[in-house]
T-cell receptor, first 113, second 112 residues
Framework: ETGVTQSPTHLIKTRGQQVTLRCSSQ?????VSWYQQALGQGPQFIFQ???????GRGNFPPRFSGLQFPNYSSELNVNALELDDSALYLC????????????FGSGTRLTVV | GNSVTQMEGPVTLSEEAFLTINCTYTATGYPSLFWYVQYPGEGLQLLLK?????DKGSNKGFEATYRKETTSFHLEKGSVQVSDSAVYFCALSVNTGNQFYFGTGTSLTVIP
């Protein structure tokens, strides 16, 4: 059974640019969630996708958007990057109704300069 | 609302010492509680969980008991090893498979 894989692992962008981060869910999982983890902080919920639709959103502006594909993989898009967007972005997959919680990927480290 | 408060770190212990990391929570519903561990440069790994009051989660010598009366889920280990050095996150989920709320993390360093 494969885990959650994210790409790229590291990324440097300039303020104002746009970025796309990618995630492949664990086999058998049907939801994907994205979290932002700033340095020294706990992960903050961005949004969750289920059946290709957004299924809950945290306190993030609309310039954070996402997609889930029929194979349950996902993208996180961030427009008009700001310096404060520098963080580790974690993707996590799960199975609706399962008590086992998430399986997390290793994350994408985004640096905005 | 939903939130998790963790004991602030960093925590430094000698090998074979006893570990406690405190975690308390507030929740609008009836939460499931989790401990995740993050090793340097990696994502989060599930360490243990408990889904109802008085449940004890355990894994790799770590234990935590879901205490509804004190809204707590403290992490304990009787004898830590150098390999336990990591950041530990307490988390809750109110709806199964939905949004998780994480604490700010507690960094543990175990010295030989």
């Amino acid at each position: 059974e494969t885990g959650v894989t994210q790409s790229p692992t590291h990324l440097i962008k300039t303020r104002g640019q746009q970025v796309t981060l990618r995630c492949s869910s664990q086999s058998g999982h049907n939801t994907v969630s994205w979290y932002q983890q700033a340095l020294g902080q706990g992960p903050q919920f961005i949004f969750q996708y289920y059946r290709e639709e957004e299924n809950g959103r945290g306190n993030f502006p609309p310039r954070f958007s996402g997609l889930q594909f029929p194979n349950y993989s996902s993208e996180l898009n961030v427009n008009a990057l700001e310096l404060d967007d520098s963080a580790l972005y974690l993707c996590a997959s799960s199975l609706v109704g399962s008590p086992y919680g998430y399986t997390f990927g290793s994350g994408t480290r985004l640096t905005v300069v | 609302g939903n939130s998790v408060t963790q004991m602030e770190g960093p925590v430094t212990l000698s090998e074979e010492a006893f570990l406690t990391i405190n975690c308390t929570y507030t929740a609008t519903g009836y939460p499931s509680l989790f401990w995740y561990v993050q090793y340097p440069g990696e994502g989060l790994q599930l360490l243990l969980k408990a889904t109802k009051a008085d449940d004890k989660g355990s894994n790799k010598g770590f234990e935590a008991t879901y205490r509804k009366e004190t809204t707590s889920f403290h992490l304990e280990k009787g004898s830590v090893q150098v390999s336990d050095s990591a950041v530990y996150f307490c988390a809750l989920s109110v709806n199964t498979g939905n949004q998780f709320y994480f604490g700010t993390g507690t960094s543990l360093t175990v010295i030989p």
